[in-house]
């Protein structure tokens, strides 16, 4: 079954790009170009997955992920942008995003990620993934939780290989693993990034762009 | 500057939401106004009729009856404070005159009989201020002429101000707009005349886009997409990417984790991963390259990747020094090492690899 999917950009331009690109490899259901908009349309047509702008003309994308999910908890979100200041993608993410990839993603790759994160899996561009190791880096860390605030070594495994710009199901195979097992790592890691306080979040997000 | 915009607000009232909807365009806790309109209503209940008004001014809009209650709100509050009726009646005059004299903003019209008879009015006001207090006639009267005069040259002066204001900034305005618009025909209106005219070579389109959207970052964000300073490893790497984009018409997309500053050794790392990065650009076939830079405490790796033919390494020409001398041998010198991983059809991935000297 086609996934249902709402776009949220204010650059029609951009909206129309994606469309084609995406072609029939999902169903389309609305489009909006501000949060105001975008709030009620995707409580209205509750879609898989909704694709988000983290920058909007009236607000930024967390703001939409806050006003829908205490309603629709079903819909999933996944951040696509062109140009952001790494805080802003945090924040997104902590929001509640499932992903973050950039706007420069090919058709198919935009596609499975979108299949992915309706899935409930998470999606990471290589630079978000470069950023997250940069930010969780080994033997750094003093005091707080070690079980939301450290990375496993697979864990950390994993996020290298999607920074060299591995697909999962290449990395299930360098790793000899199953593509399953790739995806709860990933998964796993997104928890940690949406509940960890390290500090070096936001400290490295401050001076950092992600674009 | 005008007054900030204010609504009664649905959101978190208590009556018809004017207290909340003053919170909101001043920005003060709501409680504080609240607690102010309490006060004022305590004095003889010109809060409530304050209140009235402003709730009469934002529903109907209806100007008069929104000064009456106002008027009548003031005359409460001056009467609760102690002042007698008189002076009260006094200031009220004077206040009615001045509403007419300054009438449609602070417009004095002279053309007009109502503002002279404002004027009047407030005359008379002030004089039955100031004749009934009796011994302090004279000590006020300095000060009464003095507001007076201000009461009557404020307006004109604030506005005289406003408009100096507005100026400056559409000076200033117009200023930054010509900046924009050089640095547009510079460089985003050159590039896309160059675009139209290649229109059918996507290749060079696409790393003239490329190319556009670099530089039009760096302005735009004042800061570089990666590194922390030009001498950083990352920085390096991202201006090498950069050039191979431009000369081969591939996507270059750099991550990284960590940073360091340059030195001989980094350096000869960064030429050795602009070789990789050639090498897939012209060899591959693939259009995209990913490259990752990773800097930990005791080493330093860079990935070169592409998804492009791959090849047999045992049927490369010796003669082809690139991949031998340009990479492994270089990096050897430089007390490092090189791995490649590829095969046909499977694409290829050079991993260069350089411990770093204990500072």
Not at chain 2, 68 to 93: C, D, K, N, Q, T
Not at chain 2, 185 to 204: C, G, K, M, N
């Amino acid at each position: 079954m086609k996934r249902r999917v709402v776009l949220v950009d204010d650059h029609s331009l951009f909206l129309a790009g994606v469309r084609a690109e995406l072609g029939d490899a999902v169903e389309i259901v609305g489009e909006a170009g501000s949060v105001t908009d975008a709030v009620p349309l995707i409580k209205e047509l509750d879609p898989d997955v909704v694709l988000l702008d983290v920058h909007l003309a009236d607000g930024t994308g967390d703001t939409i992920i806050n006003a829908v999910s205490p309603e629709r908890p079903g819909v999933r979100f996944l951040a696509l942008s062109v140009s952001d200041a790494a805080e802003d993608v945090i924040s997104v993410i902590r929001a509640g995003a499932r992903g973050y990839v950039t706007k420069t993603i090919s058709g198919d790759e935009l596609a499975a990620a979108i299949d992915r994160v309706a899935a409930g899996d998470a999606v990471f561009s290589p630079r978000l993934a470069g950023f997250v190791l940069d930010a969780f880096r080994a033997g750094e860390h003093v005091g707080g939780d070690a079980e939301v605030d450290e990375l496993t070594p697979r864990e950390r495994e994993v996020l290298q290989l999607i920074a060299r710009g591995y697909m999962y199901k290449e990395i299930a195979a360098r790793l000899s693993i199953s593509v399953k097992t790739v995806e709860s790592h990933v998964s796993s890691v997104l928890r940690k990034l949406q509940l960890s306080t390290r500090h070096e979040l936001t400290r490295w997000a401050t001076q950092h762009r992600l674009v | 500057m005008p007054l900030p915009a204010f609504a009664p607000r649905a959101e978190g009232r208590v009556i018809a939401g004017v207290c909340a909807g003053i919170a909101q365009a001043l920005d003060v806790d709501v409680t504080l106004v609240r607690l102010v309109f309490a006060l004022l209503a305590l004095a003889g209940g010109a809060g409530i009729l304050l209140y009235l008004a402003l709730w009469a001014y934002a529903t109907w809009k209806a100007k008069w009856l929104w000064a009456a209650l106002v008027l009548a709100a003031g005359v409460l509050l001056l009467h609760a404070v102690g002042l007698s009726e008189r002076a009260v009646a006094g200031i009220a005059l004077v206040a009615v005159g001045l509403a007419f004299a300054w009438r449609d903003g602070g417009k004095f019209r002279l053309d007009t009989p109502l503002s002279y008879g404002g004027l009047a009015v407030a005359a008379a006001g002030a004089v039955l201020l100031l004749g009934g207090e009796g011994g302090t006639t004279a000590l006020l009267a300095p000060g009464a002429v003095a507001g007076a005069l201000l009461l009557i040259a404020g307006p004109w002066l604030w506005r005289l101000a406003l408009e100096r204001d507005a100026e400056r900034d559409a000076r200033i305005r117009t200023e930054e707009r010509s900046e924009v618009a050089a640095r547009v025909h510079d460089s985003v209106l050159q590039t896309l005349a160059l675009i139209q005219r290649h229109s059918s070579e996507p290749r060079r389109v696409a790393a003239l886009a490329r190319r556009q959207e670099r530089e039009l970052r760096g302005w735009l964000y004042e800061d570089r997409p990666l590194g922390d300073d030009e001498a950083s490893l990352v920085a390096a790497l991202s201006a090498v990417a950069a050039d191979v984009e431009e000369l081969h018409g591939v996507r270059v997309e750099l991550a990284s984790a960590g940073d360091c500053a340059i030195d001989d050794e980094s350096g000869a790392l960064v030429l050795a991963a602009r070789e990789a990065m050639t090498n897939a650009a012209k060899f591959s076939g693939a259009d995209e390259i990913d490259v990752y830079a990773e800097v930990s405490g005791d080493a330093i790796s860079v990935f070169v990747r592409d998804r492009g033919s791959g090849f047999d390494r045992s049927a490369v020409p010796t003669d082809r020094r690139g991949l031998t001398e340009s990479i492994e041998r270089r990096l050897e010198r430089a007390g490092g090492w090189a791995a490649v991983l590829t095969a046909p059809g499977e694409g290829t991935e050079v991993e260069l690899h350089l411990p770093r000297r204990q500072a």
